[in-house]
């Protein structure tokens, strides 16, 4: 079982006066305060029937919490642990608070011991200037502060930042790190990382910057406006709530906006994409990529690759790009654009609304439009349908369902395979 750490401030003001306490054995019953170097370094723990032996181990108690403390050496009060270290065994879990402001020109060091009451191998934990540092171990780090820096190192790390504008670094090995509220900056560093920019609850709020670095990261960015980038492999990203900025990087990606106006990139990769709610913008990149708007007015770009894009419901703009694409505009009036390749057009008579869909490159002899669900028999029904305009070929399918096909002229289509009727 890894240790649990925790750090706030304390003004100095509010620091008592230290009890030095000598010997090769340091015990606290009553008091709470004790000294582990020459007096000048002092840290205080609050519990019951402590003692240590010569080496630093808790013999018998229970730590609540600890506090250390940096100030000015000469006045003989208490200051952080420098140059010494602190063991702790027998407690798997305990909360820790150290004051990291700097008073004077003293800047001191902390070489921290900990380890499971079972493990004779300690991990070292080192403070300087304000800044928290995991072990070779898995830690468990807590912020609390208003402005932490905490860097997991090497091992699973939990990471919770607390509130303030903070940041989180998870290191080496798979991680797990929540931002809590305030505007929070967080890296997962290698390994399959699992980062929640907001931590649980209506009330964490802030617009948050994470990435995953490299491995199969879980990035989920909760309320605010938040940006999320992938990084290498295979990640899964969720914006969740409010107006998000998702990036999948390199890898086979899963990206979901949830509900806020979105925007949405793959990158490289063969990558699925889901705006969500409300008006979003979805950009598959290079890659066969899936890419579906959901509820609200979207923009999709499948980008290079033969990629499958839905517009879902809502008045959507659908563009293939490079490749064979599929593109199918869903519920509303659409407008498609297939770009490059032997794209496919889907029109679905499963939208019982009125709608005007908009096909503007139809290709002749490279593309095909598949009208489903519409009661037709075969394409030449289809083509009783259409009649040539200025804008192309219109297909009334119903008194208030249409359909534009530009740059083409029925007689073109006739007997052509361009048309798909089920």
């Not at 305060?33 to 609050?46: A, I, K, M, P």
């Not at 468990?140 to 509130?163: A, C, Q, T």
């Not at 890296?187 to 609850?201: Q, V």
């Not at 990149?285 to 499948?302: L, S, V």
């Amino acid at each position: 079982m890894p240790s649990f750490l925790q750090f706030w401030s304390v003004p100095y003001r509010d620091i008592a006066e230290t009890l030095f306490m000598g010997g090769t054995t340091v015990t606290s019953s009553d008091s709470t305060q004790f000294t582990l170097t020459n007096g000048t370094y002092t840290v205080r723990v609050s519990g019951t029937n402590l003692s240590f032996d010569a080496n630093g181990r808790m013999l018998t108690g229970e730590i609540d919490h600890y506090n250390t403390y940096e100030g000015d050496p000469s006045l003989g009060k208490a200051v952080m642990i420098a140059d010494s270290n602190f063991t702790l065994l027998d407690r798997d879990t305990f909360n820790a608070a150290f004051d990291l402001a700097r008073a004077g020109s003293m800047r001191a060091a902390v070489n921290l011991v900990m380890a499971d009451w079972a493990q004779e191998n300690y991990s070292h934990t080192n403070y300087s200037g304000g800044y928290m540092k995991g072990t070779i171990r898995g830690d468990n780090l807590f912020g609390g502060g208003p402005s932490d820096f905490i860097f997991g190192g090497i091992g699973e790390d939990v990471i919770v930042l607390g509130s303030g504008h903070d940041e989180g670094y998870g290191g080496v090995d798979r991680d797990w790190i929540y931002g809590g509220s305030g505007d929070d900056l967080i890296y997962g560093g290698a390994g399959d990382d699992n980062i929640w920019a907001d931590d649980f609850g209506p009330a964490y709020l802030g617009d948050d910057e994470a990435y995953g670095g490299a491995g199969n990261d879980g990035l989920t960015g909760g309320r605010g406006r938040d940006s999320l980038f992938g990084g290498a492999d295979n990640d899964f990203l969720n914006g969740e709530r409010d107006n998000d900025l998702l990036n999948g990087g390199t890898g086979n990606d899963s990206i979901r906006g949830g509900a806020g106006f979105d925007t949405l990139t793959g990158g490289d990769g063969n990558d699925s994409l889901d705006g969500g709610i409300d008006n979003d913008r979805l950009s598959g990149g290079d890659g066969d990529d899936f890419a579906m708007g959901g509820q609200g007015d979207d923009r999709i770009d499948g980008g290079a690759g033969n990629d499958t894009l839905q517009g879902h419901a809502g008045v959507d703009s659908l563009f293939g790009g490079d490749g064979n694409d599929t593109l199918n505009g869903g519920l509303g009036s659409d407008e498609m654009t297939g770009g490059q390749g032997a794209d496919r057009f889907v029109i679905s008579g499963a939208d019982t609304q009125p709608f005007t869909d908009y096909i503007d490159d139809f290709e002749l002899g490279v593309d095909t439009i598949l009208f489903a669900n519409f009661g037709l028999s075969s394409t030449d029904e289809l083509l009783a349908l259409g009649i040539d305009t200025a804008d192309g070929v219109l297909f009334t399918l119903s008194p208030n369902r249409w359909v534009v096909v530009a740059g083409v002229e029925v007689l073109q289509l006739s007997g052509s395979d361009d048309l798909i009727v089920s």
